[in-house]
């Protein structure tokens, strides 16, 4: 069974540009949630999406943004980035509504500069 | 003071030494409890899953909650230089949809 795939796998942008980052979840699975990982702050939330909505939303700033499509693949976007943004940026599949098993992908590099 | 506190390390073993990695909280809610191994320039891998208090054994690796101590911790038997990785502690509960993560314990084992 194939695992989370993520989109690209290495993203370089400047300050002020948009970015969209794309996740494709563990088949048959419908639950996707985002996590910011970066040094200072650890891993964390975003937010989770289940059957296209949005179910949870973490204390990140209205820039990030996300979305789900009927076949659970999602995207998130971030516009008006800025230097903080530098981050891994990871998804996670679970098979149902707020799973508590996550499944990771490889993440998306984001470099801002 | 964060929900998850979890010792940064670095830790530094030799092969074949037991290793205890730990993680304290302060939510009572939490209900389900993970361990993850993060290898460098990779996307953290669920290595263990326990829900509520008790113990739970896989190979070498062995998870114990605490819920009255608010205390978790993870044991690995025979350890390898393949263990060499982050170890991140996550929690929540039942329609948190999210999990909340420790700040990760970086390990080395040594040949």
């Known amino acids: 069974k194939a695992g989370v795939t993520q989109t690209p796998r290495y993203l370089i942008k400047t300050r002020g540009q948009q970015v969209t980052l794309s996740c494709s979840p563990i088949s048959g699975h419908r639950s996707v949630s985002w996590y910011q990982q970066t040094p200072g702050q650890g891993l964390q939330f975003l937010f989770e999406?289940?059957?296209?909505?949005?179910?949870n939303k973490g204390n990140f700033p209205g820039r990030f943004s996300g979305r789900q499509f009927s076949n659970s693949r999602s995207e998130m976007n971030v516009s008006t980035l800025e230097l903080g943004d530098s981050a891994l940026y990871l998804c996670?599949?679970?098979?149902?509504?707020?799973?508590?098993?996550?499944?990771f992908g490889p993440g998306t590099r984001l470099t801002v500069l | 003071q964060k929900e998850v506190e979890q010792d940064p390390g670095p830790l530094s073993v030799p092969e074949g030494a037991i290793v205890s990695l730990n993680c304290t909280y302060s939510?009572?809610?939490?209900?389900?409890f993970m361990w993850y191994r993060q290898y460098s320039r990779k996307g953290p891998e669920l290595l263990m899953y326990?829900?509520?208090?008790g113990n739970k054994e896989d190979g070498r690796f062995t998870a114990q909650v605490d819920k009255s101590s608010k205390y978790i911790s993870l044991f690995i038997r025979d350890s390898q230089p393949s263990d060499s990785a982050t170890y991140l502690c996550a929690m929540t509960w039942q329609g948190a949809q999210k999990l909340v993560f420790g700040q990760g314990t970086r390990l080395t084992i040594n040949p």
């Open positions: 939510n009572s809610a939490f209900q389900y």
């Open positions: 326990t829900y509520s208090s």
């Open positions: 996670a599949s679970g098979h149902s509504e707020g799973a508590n098993e996550q499944f």
């Open positions: 999406y289940f059957s296209e909505t949005q179910r």
